[in-house]
């Protein structure tokens, strides 16, 4: 991802001793307006195709080139300073979500490993995925009284409590919350 382009300098004068003087000026001019910032996370390995893009369209918009070799876990920013602070921002940003979404995916599988919700689609109780598993864990531990999930593509309000889940027509399906042991199911006695 390499997005500055080199500039080259051709410079003239009566004697070395000033073209040296207009070298060391240009150099120091440069480097006052360069900036460089290492970004360093384990998961920058695990950023996904659309997460780069993001990465490489910032390069595109700013005046900045930005440095990725995998495997090695950083992406360092090199360019002028005011776009290396806004390009290093958003990277951290787009880093933080992809952690953030790490995390909700291992919670959501150790939460699947000892709970499992599951609803009735005609007499037979289908287990949630992972992430509406965990979101209707989080809601019943947090007390929530009602939370917004998606059943076969169709919109529902799950009452935690009365284990049921509303579509805006008034249909409800009941849902039914277990626990896991050595794989098998074990329903929990309604309160």
């Not at 307006?33 to 369209?57: G, H, N, P």
Request: proline content about 4%; charged content about 30%.
């Amino acid at each position: 991802m390499d997005g500055i382009e080199p500039v080259v300098f051709s410079l003239c004068a009566e004697d070395k001793r000033s073209v040296d003087k207009t070298k060391a000026w240009l150099q120091q001019l440069i480097d006052s307006e360069q900036a460089e910032k290492v970004i360093r996370e384990e998961c920058i390995s695990e950023l996904e195709e659309a997460e780069m893009q993001k990465i490489s369209d910032l390069q595109k918009k700013f005046q900045v080139s930005v440095i990725y070799k995998p495997p090695d876990p950083s992406i360092r920013i090199v360019g002028l300073t005011r776009d290396v602070l806004t390009v290093s921002g958003e990277i951290e940003t787009i880093i933080n979500r992809l952690k953030d979404r790490k995390s909700k995916e291992r919670a959501a599988e150790l939460t699947g490993n000892l709970v499992e919700w599951r609803y009735d689609n005609g007499g037979s109780m289908i287990p949630f995925d992972k992430m509406t598993n965990l979101e209707l864990e989080e809601a019943k531990n947090d007390n929530k009284v009602q939370i917004p999930i998606q059943i076969q593509g169709h919109q529902y309000t799950v009452s935690v409590q009365a284990e049921t889940a509303t579509d805006k027509y008034g249909n409800q399906i009941r849902i039914q919350r277990g626990l896991k042991h050595d794989g098998d199911f074990h329903s929990l006695p309604s309160n």
